[in-house]
C-alpha cells in the first residue's frame, strides 16, 4: 500500500521541500517511535506544526525501535505507524529513519525549526547543532502528563489480567454454585 505524504529518501522530501522552502515557508522537523498514537502525540505534533508552516516527522524505523524501546515494539510496523501520522492533518511529511537519532537526516534537510519533548534536555537533542549553524532554533514541547505508548501498554496488559481474573472468579462462582 502506498502512504500518502511518505518520503522514500531523504533526496525526494528534500526535493519536495524546495519549493515550499523557495516561498518562505518555515519547515519544522521533529522524530520519534510514534507506536500506537495516543492524545498526547496528537497534541505534541499540533503545538510542532503551529511552529512553522511544514511538519516533517522522522520516524524511528522498526530495528531502531526495538533497541531503543526493547523486546515486543514495535507494536505497529514502520508502515502501518507512518500511515496513522500521514492520516494527521498536522503532519505535512513522514520519512523513516534506521538509525538511533535522526541526526545525519537533521543535517541533510535542515530544518527552520527542530522540535523534541520537554524530556529531552535541549542539549541532548540529536541535530540540535546542525540546526543552530544554520541559524535555526530548538523548541521544547511540553507532554501531556500520564499519557504515553509504555502507559497504554501497561492499562491494556493490567486490563486484560483484569479481565483474565473476572473470567476465572466467574468460572469458580459457578462451580461452587453447582456443587
Not at 502506498?2 to 523557495?22: E, G, H, M, N
Not at 521544547?140 to 502507559?151: A, D, H, N, Y
Amino acid at each position: 500500500m502506498s502512504v500518502p505524504k511518505l518520503a522514500p529518501d531523504p533526496a525526494a522530501l528534500t526535493a519536495a521541500l524546495a519549493p515550499r522552502r523557495s516561498a518562505g515557508a518555515r519547515i519544522v522537523f521533529t522524530n520519534g517511535c510514534f507506536d500506537l498514537l495516543h492524545p498526547g502525540h496528537v497534541r505534541y505534533l499540533a503545538a510542532a506544526r503551529a511552529l512553522g508552516d511544514v511538519l516533517v516527522v522522522g520516524l524511528n524505523g522498526d530495528a531502531s525501535v526495538r533497541r531503543l524501546k526493547g523486546p515486543g515494539r514495535p507494536i505497529l510496523c514502520a508502515e502501518e505507524r507512518a500511515e496513522v501520522l500521514a492520516g494527521l492533518a498536522a503532519v505535512d511529511h513522514v520519512i523513516v529513519f534506521e538509525e538511533d537519532t535522526p541526526r545525519a537526516l537533521v543535517a541533510a534537510l535542515g530544518p527552520d525549526v527542530l522540535v523534541k519533548g520537554a524530556d529531552w534536555p535541549e542539549d541532548e537533542i540529536a541535530g540540535r547543532d546542525e540546526t543552530l549553524a544554520r541559524g535555526g532554533r530548538v523548541e521544547r514541547i511540553p507532554l501531556v502528563p500520564g499519557i504515553s505508548t509504555t502507559e497504554l501498554i501497561r492499562r491494556t496488559r493490567d486490563a486484560a489480567v483484569g479481565a483474565k481474573t473476572g473470567v476465572i472468579r466467574g468460572q469458580l462462582r459457578r462451580r461452587r454454585n453447582r456443587g
